[in-house]
């Protein structure tokens, strides 16, 4: 206990016994009670530090984490070419990847960005942005990216069933003369996730502008989606719901492509 203290509750000792008994009586308990207070204050800011301690041991060793995965990404680079990334880079990549330790796929994203950026060949070609890019990506998003640039173009199926009114049906806008119409778009031979979450990650990409969509005059589906569990039980669904000849059942096929922004972020984080 500090010097100080002592003095002070050595003082306070001596107050209390030039009082008279009765108010000796009456302080004592709230004495006794102030003296167990004093002890739980510093109990209480330990407990409640104890978190962030944890957290900057982690933190420290995500850091160190982060560096084995550096090294192993250049140990191919001449040290003459390995320099310091540009701290607007580096920087928010670093305290990022801190995060995504526990996902394979967004910590390699993070650890190439890194690298490329610490290589002096490829460190112009790595924009900023990209950092944000991934904050915004789940594990299945850079699953789904990896695909579509492997295949280059990535075909998908729009299954849609219609129920139209022979009576008021305008063959110029039969789009907009559908009573009833039910849809599954974006269907593909994706299997490593089920239906909707890669629905979602093409969406995603789409707002990211990583990848974009081609229409196809042709609709010969491909026989991959042919084949795919999501194409068949989809279409098993919608011509269930066909109850009568004013329905038509429809498939069209389309694709997506990485964009300029998406082939520039594969080189650099895939």
Not at 86 to 105: F, G, L, R, T
Not at 108 to 130: E, G, I, Q, R, W
């Amino acid at each position: 206990m500090p010097e100080g203290f002592d003095k002070l509750a050595g003082s306070f000792g001596k107050a209390i016994e030039t009082v008279p008994d009765l108010y000796d009586d009456a302080l004592k308990p709230a004495t006794q009670e102030s003296g167990k207070t004093l002890a739980l204050i510093p109990r209480a800011i330990n407990a409640a530090l104890v978190p962030l301690r944890q957290c900057i041991a982690e933190r420290e060793y995500k850091i160190a984490e982060t560096e084995k995965l550096l090294e192993k990404k250049l140990e191919h680079i001449d040290e003459d070419k390995i320099v310091t990334p540009e701290a607007y880079v580096a920087i928010p990549a670093i305290q990022a990847i801190s995060y995504s330790m526990n996902s394979k796929e967004l910590r390699n994203l993070y650890a190439n960005l890194l690298a490329k950026a610490m290589n002096s060949d490829t460190k112009d070609f790595v924009h900023p942005s990209f950092v944000e890019i991934i904050k915004q990506m789940s594990p299945i998003d850079s699953l789904v990216l990896k695909e579509i640039a492997k295949a280059r173009s990535l075909p998908l199926v729009d299954l849609t069933i219609s129920e139209y009114d022979p009576n008021t049906l305008n063959p110029f806008y039969k789009i907009d003369s559908a009573l009833h119409r039910y849809s599954y778009p974006n269907i593909s031979y994706i299997s490593f996730s089920n239906y909707k979450t890669i629905l979602m990650s093409l969406d995603n990409l789409l707002r990211l502008r990583l990848i974009e969509e081609k229409f196809s005059i042709v609709n010969n589906i491909p026989q991959e989606i042919q084949k795919s569990s999501s194409y068949i039980n989809h279409k098993k669904e919608l011509q269930k719901l066909i109850t009568g000849a004013n329905w038509e059942y429809e498939e069209s096929v389309h694709y997506v492509s990485l964009s300029i922004l998406g082939k520039n972020f594969c080189d650099i984080c895939i």
